[in-house]
């Protein structure tokens, strides 16, 4: 079946410019996650998207960082003005968000998005 | 807020040999995932430990979880070439079960 599917997989950037990277969940899966992985390092929570709820920004490292999503669909990740230490893998994983202890909300991962700012 | 800390962060080791990955956490939690990373590959799911006790195995893998300790172990039996990898560690709240935080991830090399 289909996974997490990211696009671009690999995107180099110049300073200064914005990027906008895309994460397509699993079908029916509600809850959305944003990461950010930097070289050789652990995963670094952004943001989580669940239904209809406000987002949890609490993640974002700045307010150049910005995130939305549709519905319980596409998710885009927009960094405005890069700089070079937004260089980094950005993941995305998508779970089935239960409220009760059955669920117990695995997050499945894409293979992610290199971002390279020059 | 919650902390995860896994330990070794590198572990380099010999065919054959057993070894363990330790993963402590700061607050309550009712579960603990285990993920694989290959190099230059997104995060694969190993294991789902839900409760205190709970003691799950996969080939040579298995781990474990006391959350009386806020503790986790994967242990590796008789490694193989194959299980080179990083492996994280990442733990949800107790009262947010979408709030999930992730080990700075042990690097596997198994040597021949």
């Known amino acids: 079946g289909a996974g997490v599917s990211q696009s671009p997989s690999n995107k180099v950037t110049e300073k200064g410019k914005d990027v906008e990277l895309r994460c397509d969940p699993i079908?029916?899966?509600?809850?959305l996650y944003w990461y950010r992985q930097r070289l050789g390092q652990g995963l670094e929570f952004l943001i989580y998207f669940q239904g209809n709820s406000a987002p949890d920004k609490s993640g974002l490292p700045s307010d150049r960082f910005s995130a939305e999503r549709t519905g319980e669909s596409v998710s885009t990740l927009t960094i405005q003005r890069t700089q070079q230490e937004d260089s980094a893998v950005y993941l995305c994983a998508s779970s089935l968000a239960g409220i009760d202890r059955v669920s117990y909300n695995e997050q499945f991962f894409g293979p992610g998005t290199r971002l390279t700012v020059l | 807020e919650l902390k995860v800390e896994q330990n070794p962060l590198f572990l380099s080791m010999q065919e054959g040999k057993n070894y363990t990955i330790y993963c402590n956490y700061s607050t309550t939690s009712d579960r603990l995932y285990w993920y694989r990373q290959d190099p230059g590959k997104s995060l694969e799911s190993l294991f789902v430990?839900?409760?205190?006790?709970a003691v799950k195995q996969e080939g040579r893998l298995m781990a474990s979880l006391d959350t009386k300790a806020r503790l986790s172990t994967l242990h590796i039996t008789a490694a193989v070439h194959d299980l080179s990898a990083t492996y994280f560690c990442?733990?949800?709240?107790?009262?947010?079960?979408?709030?999930?935080?992730f080990g700075a991830g042990t690097r596997l090399t198994v040597k021949p």
């Open positions: 990442a733990v949800a709240t107790k009262y947010n079960n979408n709030d999930m935080r």
């Open positions: 079908s029916g899966h509600t809850a």
């Open positions: 430990l839900l409760s205190n006790g």
